[in-house]
């Protein structure tokens, strides 16, 4: 995009249309453009990580509570808030972690209360768990994946 941009700006500039110091200020313009599309994309104050790294650790750190209880959960906001405001998938990622999260706390919760439910609790683990690892994998994939029966709580 920005070449083709500099080509017309050079083709006005060719033709008279624009003079030399405003054919400079606005490739300065384009260049500066670009420059802060990049490092927004790029930014790497996700603790020295690759986005996509960090995204993909971000939904596997829901398992950390299978170590040490409520770790699961409070990592992934952790890591959610430290950077969603200065990186965009972070924001999207943790809030999509964060509804799952209450999502499935509420039905485990529910399935708990009703006596018939407790064979639906090993059911919905199970789907708990393959849901964060496919999340896991489209996050390394560069991918977003929202998780299945999931209440939007946070939007």
Same mark, same amino acid.
């Given at each position: 995009?920005?070449?083709?941009?500099?080509?017309?700006?050079?083709?006005?500039?060719?033709?008279?249309?624009? @003079?030399?110091?405003? *054919?400079?200020?606005?490739?300065?313009?384009?260049?500066?453009?670009?420059?802060?599309?990049?490092?927004?994309?790029?930014?790497?104050?996700?603790? $020295?990580?690759?986005?996509?790294?960090?995204?993909?650790?971000?939904?596997? @750190?829901?398992?950390?509570?299978?170590?040490?209880? *409520?770790? $699961?959960?409070?990592?992934?906001?952790?890591?959610?808030?430290?950077?969603?405001?200065?990186?965009?998938?972070?924001?999207?990622? $943790?809030?999509?972690?964060?509804? *799952?999260?209450?999502?499935?706390?509420?039905?485990?919760?529910?399935?708990?209360?009703?006596?018939? $439910?407790?064979?639906?609790?090993?059911?919905? *683990?199970?789907?708990?768990?393959?849901?964060?690892?496919?999340?896991?994998?489209?996050?390394?994939?560069?991918?977003?994946?929202?998780?299945?029966?999931?209440?939007?709580?946070?939007?």
């Amino acid at each position: 995009m920005k070449y083709q941009d500099l080509k017309t700006l050079d083709e006005l500039r060719e033709k008279g249309s624009i @003079s030399e110091e405003e *054919f400079q200020r606005e490739k300065a313009k384009i260049l500066s453009e670009e420059n802060t599309k990049y490092s927004e994309t790029y930014k790497k104050p996700l603790f $020295g990580m690759t986005e996509r790294s960090y995204l993909m650790i971000m939904h596997l @750190s829901q398992f950390a509570s299978w170590i040490i209880p *409520f770790i $699961g959960i409070i990592a992934p906001i952790l890591m959610w808030t430290t950077n969603k405001d200065t990186n965009v998938e972070v924001d999207r990622h $943790g809030k999509n972690i964060l509804n *799952f999260t209450l999502s499935y706390a509420i039905y485990s919760i529910a399935l708990l209360i009703i006596i018939i $439910g407790i064979p639906l609790l090993v059911v919905l *683990f199970a789907v708990y768990a393959i849901a964060v690892v496919i999340a896991s994998i489209k996050a390394s994939n560069g991918e977003y994946w929202k998780y299945p029966l999931t209440i939007q709580f946070i939007k």
